[in-house]
Every structure is written in structure tokens, then in C-alpha cells.
């Protein structure tokens, strides 16, 4: 898909001519990229206890080595409580987080599987949220590079339509590539609920192009 800027400069010489004109190329791709957001929150009665259950948590979902996995942070507090008006600590808490996402639904559908079936304790609370598709900057890098292609072999086309004396002078990929990543967030939802992928859609990457062509008269 183009689409033309009507609004054709013309320079005239004593022998030739310049047209300079903008041109925008556009193709449609499907975002290929889900994540997900997972926090464990858990409770023990010391501290030792809280980083050993966080640390085997951790290892649980580094083990997906098809996934990209980025955060594992983790961190523990005193837990503290009010009895007869008094801040009294009782145990400690610990958090985990982590951004899981990969580009194929098999992989994040079976993890997603073997996390919600995963034993959790009454002093655990998984959270998975924020599930949404997002394009792939790989996907988006091919996908310009088919539309510079195409702004070039479109030119030459151009130029033999225009005249048999006229050729390309320049083409300017101008720094106006326009995308806006599909998303749609879902509720945060515990371990227990039925976690559906959204559906993909598609989205338009555009590129702007500024042409200089040169004809004989």
C-alpha cells in the first residue's frame, strides 16, 4: 500500500528538470509477542525460610529456557501487626517478579499451564497479569527493511513513467516510521482461574520516503 503527497516541487533548468515528491509504504503484520507479569508474594515465620521458598520459585521459572525471562529480584521484610494498639512483628514476607514472554503460543501456553497447577501454600499468593501481544523488533526490522525494498523498486518504476530520460537522484528514508503495538491488558487473576491468550490483530507499520528524480528535456 502508498500513497502519494500531491504536491509535486518542479525545478526547471535550461536542459532538465528536477520532481521531488514524498511517498508513504505501508504493510500490515501480526503482533507475535505475549507477556506476562508473575508475582509471588509469600509469608514464613523467618526470614531463611521466605528467600528458600522465593529461590525455588525462581528456579522454577528460569527453568524455561524457551522463554524470555527478565526481573527475579527478589526481596524480604518483617511482617508487623497490631495487638493492644502495639506494631508487634510476626515473620516476614517476601516478594518475587518476573516479565515472561516468547513468540510462541505452544511454549507460554505450557508454562502457563505448569505455573497454575504448581502446589501453593496458603501463605503464597501467585499473581499473573497484564497479558497482552506486542510486535517483535525483529519481525518490525524485516518488516521495514521489505518496505525500503519496495520505495526503491517503486522509484525505478516510477522514473520509466515519467520519461525514458529521467532516473532516480535520491532517495530519502525520512525518520517518521509510524507503528502503534497492539495491546490489551487482562484483569490480574489468580493461580486458579482459566488464563485465556488474547487474540492477535493486525497493525500497520509505515514508512515515509522523500524522492528526487532528474529528467532530460
Same mark, same amino acid.
Given at each position: 500500500?502508498?500513497?502519494?503527497?500531491?504536491?509535486?516541487?518542479?525545478?526547471?533548468?535550461?536542459?532538465?528538470?528536477?520532481?521531488?515528491?514524498?511517498?508513504?509504504?505501508?504493510?500490515?503484520?501480526?503482533?507475535?509477542?505475549?507477556?506476562?507479569?508473575?508475582?509471588?508474594?509469600?509469608?514464613?515465620?523467618?526470614?531463611?525460610?521466605?528467600?528458600?521458598?522465593?529461590?525455588?520459585?525462581?528456579?522454577?521459572?528460569?527453568?524455561?529456557?524457551?522463554?524470555?525471562?527478565?526481573?527475579?529480584?527478589?526481596?524480604?521484610?518483617?511482617?508487623?501487626?497490631?495487638?493492644?494498639?502495639? +506494631?508487634?512483628?510476626?515473620?516476614?514476607?517476601?516478594?518475587?517478579?518476573?516479565?515472561?514472554?516468547?513468540?510462541?503460543?505452544?511454549?507460554?501456553?505450557?508454562?502457563?499451564?505448569?505455573?497454575?497447577?504448581?502446589?501453593?501454600?496458603?501463605?503464597?499468593?501467585?499473581?499473573?497479569?497484564?497479558?497482552?501481544?506486542?510486535?517483535?523488533?525483529?519481525?518490525?526490522?524485516?518488516?521495514?527493511?521489505?518496505? +525500503?525494498?519496495?520505495?526503491?523498486?517503486?522509484?525505478?518504476?516510477?522514473?520509466?513513467?515519467?520519461?525514458?530520460?529521467?532516473?532516480?537522484?535520491?532517495?530519502?528514508?525520512?525518520?517518521?516510521? @509510524?507503528? +502503534?503495538?497492539?495491546? +490489551?491488558?487482562?484483569?490480574?487473576?489468580?493461580?486458579?482461574?482459566?488464563?485465556?491468550?488474547?487474540?492477535?490483530?493486525?497493525?500497520?507499520?509505515?514508512?515515509?520516503? @522523500?524522492? @528526487?528524480?532528474?529528467?532530460?528535456?
Amino acid at each position: 500500500m502508498k500513497k502519494i503527497i500531491l504536491i509535486i516541487s518542479l525545478f526547471v533548468s535550461l536542459y532538465s528538470y528536477e520532481i521531488k515528491l514524498n511517498q508513504t509504504f505501508t504493510k500490515e503484520i501480526v503482533a507475535n509477542k505475549i507477556s506476562f507479569n508473575i508475582s509471588l508474594t509469600v509469608e514464613a515465620d523467618n526470614s531463611q525460610e521466605v528467600i528458600k521458598k522465593l529461590d525455588a520459585f525462581s528456579k522454577f521459572v528460569t527453568n524455561f529456557k524457551t522463554l524470555n525471562i527478565s526481573g527475579g529480584k527478589y526481596n524480604t521484610y518483617p511482617k508487623y501487626i497490631y495487638e493492644d494498639k502495639k +506494631r508487634v512483628q510476626r515473620g516476614y514476607k517476601g516478594s518475587i517478579r518476573f516479565v515472561v514472554s516468547s513468540t510462541s503460543k505452544k511454549d507460554i501456553k505450557s508454562f502457563i499451564s505448569k505455573l497454575t497447577t504448581k502446589k501453593i501454600s496458603k501463605k503464597e499468593n501467585l499473581i499473573i497479569s497484564s497479558s497482552d501481544w506486542q510486535i517483535d523488533e525483529k519481525l518490525i526490522e524485516k518488516t521495514k527493511e521489505k518496505l +525500503r525494498l519496495e520505495a526503491i523498486k517503486w522509484s525505478k518504476t516510477y522514473a520509466k513513467k515519467l520519461d525514458e530520460d529521467c532516473k532516480v537522484l535520491e532517495i530519502d528514508f525520512l525518520k517518521t516510521d @509510524r507503528f +502503534r503495538p497492539y495491546v +490489551r491488558t487482562l484483569n490480574s487473576v489468580s493461580k486458579e482461574n482459566d488464563i485465556p491468550l488474547p487474540k492477535q490483530e493486525l497493525k500497520k507499520l509505515s514508512i515515509d520516503v @522523500r524522492y @528526487r528524480f532528474g529528467c532530460e528535456l
